[in-house]
């Protein structure tokens, strides 16, 4: 046996109704609010998440799975989608296309992490994404979307925290307010702090040291530095969660590990890996469009991954099964009709199966059961001979005969009592 590699996995029939659940939840949201699916491929240049992500981030100095192809051109699979789908709307001129783009992807991202329960080497994640729309509206919405997929999973217990962490005008005072806030105790953080101290101050906040946290407690907040602009633009964004009653609180550390980002940042945490942890996360990162050779355009977006959205999913969700007909034959005859049903009932777009071993009605009825099946419809015997089918309520063991011509209509009839299917 040749085992799949560590910090993957396949996601097994019974796991991917889940899977499919959440999707489809997003994608039907996401079109909801006005955004249109992008697809790029999983393979990139390696220098666009150098440039994108940001050369100094824990992403590309250590968990990129960045290598030389063939050609000699070094490559990475994309360790996440914002430089991706930047690129792509640089690269086919977007901003020409589509002024207001409101973008969104699903699909695996790659980090070569340390494995741990829920955090995977190939990882899963929704993509949303807003470029040229700077109004503090479309934070407020793209914070909606993201708090509207959570309360639409029906995920108990999440909450929202938002922070604003200034622009190229206000943040360089706030770096400066911070090292000094730092003073002597600089040296006794964390190496990682140290290191960031130099690269990006505020990424101090993303620290997890124990030790590190009475002195990180102490520093000053972002939101006390923001010039009038930026200050302006995040109490516009808090008005109008108030406005839509969607319930938040601010999150001085909310900083985000990334390069990138401008002003808004905000996360939705849940419980579901026992501790609290991210479900998903974002915010704006105006000057990215233009760092990756575009226009000066605005982006705002978030990441939500897919595999903590999974776990997070209640005991009881309602994730409804298809409800499908099975097709049961009684002797040689029924059989041969019982075939010609069964690929009338899909022609005709309803799920169905059949027990293809031959075998006595009440083994098939059982296999009926087992795949949960909405109907029966048995062929065979004096019915078959009639011109009649005998129709089997599965939930009820009521039965009756149709005429053959009707069977369809009556299954059809019985599948789509329940609601969903077709
Ligand atoms: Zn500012
Ligand atoms: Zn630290």
């Known amino acids: 046996m040749i085992p799949a590699i560590r910090g993957t996995h396949d996601i097994l029939p019974g796991d991917v109704q889940k899977w499919q659940h959440v999707e489809r939840v997003a994608r039907d949201l996401c079109e909801r609010y006005g955004y249109v699916e992008l697809r790029t491929p999983v393979i990139e240049r390696e220098e666009l998440f150098a440039k994108g992500t940001g050369e100094t981030t824990d ?30 709307y640089v690269e086919h001129g977007l901003d020409q296309l589509m002024p207001a783009t409101k973008l969104f992807m699903m699909g695996p991202m790659f980090r070569y992490e340390r494995p741990q329960k829920g955090r995977y080497r190939q990882f899963h994640q929704l993509d949303v994404e807003v470029f040229n729309m700077g109004d503090p509206a479309v934070d407020a919405e793209v914070i909606d979307l993201a708090w509207s997929l959570v309360a639409a999973l029906e995920i108990a217990d999440a909450e929202l925290v938002i922070n604003s962490v200034g622009c190229a005008a206000c943040r360089p005072t706030f770096q400066k307010a911070l090292l000094a806030a730092l003073g002597d105790d600089l040296p006794k953080l964390c190496q990682d702090c140290q290191r960031r101290a130099k690269t990006n101050p505020l990424r101090i906040y993303d620290c997890k040291v124990e ?44 900083v985000r590990g990334l390069d990138y980002y401008t002003r808004t940042t905000f ?59 099975f097709v049961a034959a009684i002797g040689e005859d029924g059989r041969a ?40 419809l048995i062929v065979g015997g004096d019915e078959l001979a009639r011109g009649e089918v005998t129709l089997r309520d599965m939930q009820t063991g009521d039965q009756r005969a149709v005429p053959r011509a009707e069977a369809i209509d009556a299954a059809r009839a019985l599948l789509a009592r329940d609601g969903a299917h077709p």
């Open 211 to 254: 030790a590190d946290q009475p002195i990180i407690d102490r520093l000053p907040h972002s939101v006390d530095y923001l010039c009038e602009a930026c200050a302006t633009h995040f109490a516009a964004v808090q008005r109008q969660l108030t406005d839509w009653h969607i319930p938040w609180r601010i999150s001085h550390r909310l």
């Open 337 to 376: 009709e019982a075939l010609r049903l069964l690929r009338e009932l899909r022609q005709a777009g309803l799920p169905a199966q059949m027990e293809f071993e031959a075998r006595g009605v009440r083994a098939q009825l059982k296999r009926a059961d087992r795949l949960a099946a909405r109907v029966t």
């Open 267 to 325: 996360e939705i945490l849940g419980h579901a890996l026992g501790a609290q942890n991210a479900l998903l996360g974002g915010g704006r990162y105006d000057g990215l469009v233009k760092d990756l050779g575009g226009p000066d355009r605005t982006g705002i977006g978030f990441a939500a991954g897919l595999e903590r959205l999974v776990l997070a999913l209640p005991e009881t969700a309602k994730i409804a099964a298809t409800p499908r007909a």
């Open 59 to 88: 992403i590309v100095q250590k968990e990129m799975y960045a290598f030389t192809d063939k050609g000699g051109e070094r490559v990475t699979l994309r360790p996440e989608a914002t430089p991706s789908l930047v690129r792509a």
